[in-house]
């Protein structure tokens, strides 16, 4: 049966057949878009009808120019297309993995941390719970991936702060603090994964727990940018000084997700006692009269504690 459409018609008349194949397969646009101009039929005499091109390599000859450029065009636009396929399949599956999680801390608002079911996270998506699997292997990889999601927020509150330490390290100490609090009122479910152990069993993968190192390695870094800047003693800086800090803070965040959770984070009974917890630690760790930066960091405050 003929073709109805008379360029395509024409190219055939005057088209290798390795060229014809390539239309036959779907690539119609490559043939017509990128072969030369030819006469029309019904003008010209069998002497100016075109002869057949030949392959590109062996004892036929070479190939001519247009056809090279009309298979290298179609080769470059199919993978062009498979690419951008590629992209938008990732970009959905990424759309999808962010709705299970936003899913998934809805149900544990209402139905407690511990308390996840996988078969209502699927149910309230839309997907058959089998489905769910595809994405996530086990419950426990989603509270995993849900506690790297917290740590990174929780690390990106803080990282402007560090802008400040240059000018006045107890300030931005305060400033970020005080952010870091509000963003753990804000998110009380993820905030409960990353301080408590509301899942028996449950262990972050040491992918989720790398931005809290981070946070740690941040924590380090501003304190001893308070220790160089004169505003404390270096054994603020070192691992007792730490550990005293994020008891601090700590203490702060569960007494007000316990007791308020819902209220402003300026007005609630614990939350806005952040800046007197931070002035504590300051005159606890405040530099002695002749001590230097270089000093044992792990040296405490042993006696003032005892």
Same mark, same amino acid.
């Given at each position: 049966?003929?073709?109805?459409?008379?360029?395509?018609?024409?190219?055939?008349?005057?088209?290798?057949?390795?060229? #014809?194949?390539?239309?036959? +397969?779907?690539?119609?646009?490559?043939?017509?878009? #990128?072969?030369?101009?030819?006469?029309? *039929?019904?003008?010209?005499?069998?002497?100016?009808?075109?002869?057949?091109?030949?392959?590109? /390599?062996?004892?036929?000859?070479?190939?001519?120019?247009?056809? $090279?450029?009309?298979?290298? #065009?179609?080769?470059?636009?199919?993978?062009?297309?498979?690419?951008?396929?590629?992209?938008?399949?990732? +970009?959905?599956?990424?759309? *999808?993995?962010?709705?299970?999680?936003?899913?998934?801390?809805?149900?544990?608002?209402?139905?407690?941390?511990?308390?996840?079911?996988?078969?209502?996270?699927?149910? +309230?998506?839309?997907?058959?719970?089998?489905?769910?699997?595809?994405?996530?292997?086990?419950?426990?990889?989603?509270?995993?991936?849900?506690?790297?999601?917290?740590? +990174?927020?929780?690390?990106?509150?803080?990282?402007?702060?560090?802008?400040?330490? #240059?000018?006045?390290?107890?300030?931005?100490?305060?400033?970020?603090?005080?952010?870091?609090?509000?963003? *753990?009122?804000?998110?009380?479910?993820?905030?409960?994964?990353?301080?408590?152990?509301?899942?028996?069993?449950?262990?972050? $993968?040491? %992918?989720?727990?790398?931005?809290?190192?981070? %946070?740690?390695?941040?924590?380090?870094?501003?304190?001893?940018?308070?220790?160089?800047?004169? %505003?404390?003693?270096?054994?603020?800086?070192?691992?007792?000084?730490?550990?005293?800090?994020?008891?601090?803070?700590?203490?702060?965040?569960?007494? %007000?997700?316990?007791?308020?959770?819902?209220?402003?984070?300026?007005?609630?009974?614990?939350?806005?006692?952040?800046?007197?917890?931070?002035?504590?630690?300051?005159?606890?760790?405040?530099?002695?009269?002749?001590?230097?930066?270089?000093?044992?960091? /792990?040296?405490?405050?042993?006696?003032?504690?005892?």
């Amino acid at each position: 049966m003929k073709n109805p459409n008379p360029v395509i018609r024409q190219m055939a008349n005057h088209t290798p057949r390795f060229f #014809t194949r390539m239309y036959l +397969r779907g690539s119609a646009y490559a043939a017509v878009s #990128t072969a030369t101009p030819v006469p029309n *039929t019904a003008e010209v005499t069998p002497a100016h009808r075109l002869t057949p091109r030949r392959r590109a /390599c062996g004892p036929r000859g070479p190939l001519q120019p247009g056809l $090279t450029e009309g298979v290298l #065009t179609s080769l470059w636009a199919l993978g062009f297309l498979n690419g951008m396929r590629d992209d938008r399949r990732l +970009r959905r599956r990424n759309e *999808t993995v962010q709705e299970i999680l936003d899913t998934a801390i809805e149900v544990m608002a209402e139905e407690g941390v511990a308390a996840l079911s996988m078969a209502e996270v699927a149910r +309230r998506v839309g997907v058959r719970p089998p489905s769910l699997y595809q994405y996530f292997p086990s419950k426990m990889a989603v509270y995993d991936a849900l506690f790297e999601r917290g740590m +990174r927020e929780s690390v990106d509150i803080l990282e402007p702060y560090r802008a400040g330490l #240059t000018e006045d390290p107890r300030a931005a100490i305060t400033a970020g603090q005080q952010a870091a609090i509000a963003w *753990t009122m804000a998110n009380p479910v993820l905030a409960q994964l990353l301080y408590w152990r509301p899942v028996p069993g449950f262990e972050p $993968t040491p %992918q989720a727990y790398e931005p809290a190192v981070r %946070q740690l390695e941040l924590l380090r870094t501003v304190l001893q940018a308070a220790v160089h800047a004169g %505003q404390l003693a270096p054994a603020a800086a070192g691992d007792e000084g730490m550990a005293l800090y994020t008891a601090l803070m700590s203490g702060v965040v569960s007494q %007000q997700l316990a007791n308020e959770p819902s209220a402003p984070v300026e007005e609630g009974r614990f939350s806005r006692l952040t800046q007197t917890a931070v002035d504590m630690f300051f005159r606890f760790y405040a530099p002695e009269e002749g001590e230097s930066v270089d000093s044992d960091l /792990c040296s405490g405050r042993a006696s003032a504690a005892d």
